[in-house]
């Protein structure tokens, strides 16, 4: 389970941030941004999720999908999207910083466990 929230949260936020910023670097091109934020956003989704399972690599990139169509319409529709890029931008690193805990407690879990059947195993 936690392979998947972390192939979902990578795919659809590295899409969402890409998106929005390429937006508003390349105002007006709303097919180009959209393109290539989807493709980033699948990728990284996919790849974070193949170590873990198939479902949880087709969960990152469909979240990969749904950013990246978001976000470029979201940057067109906003008349100062410079707010909203800062705001996502930190969210971002905000989300990071929390898929690197859920690594360390699932860890810390996994080492436990083992350690527990390796206590059984030896009695």
Do not use: H
């Not at 929230?5 to 709303?30: D, H, K, P, R």
């Amino acid at each position: 389970m936690d392979g998947m929230i972390m192939a979902m949260a990578i795919g659809a936020m590295s899409s969402l941030t890409l998106g929005l910023n390429l937006e508003v670097y390349w105002a007006g091109n709303l097919t180009l941004s959209t393109i290539v934020a989807v493709v980033i956003g699948m990728v990284a989704g996919f790849f974070t999720g193949i170590a873990v399972s198939l479902m949880a690599s087709i969960d990152g990139a469909l979240a990969g999908v749904m950013g990246g169509m978001m976000s470029p319409m979201l940057a067109a529709m906003l008349s100062s999207p410079m707010t909203m890029v800062w705001f996502l931008d930190i969210v971002y690193i905000v989300v990071l910083i929390m898929l690197v805990a859920l690594v360390r407690e699932a860890r810390q879990a996994f080492r436990e466990e083992k350690l527990k059947e390796e206590a059984k195993r030896s009695e």
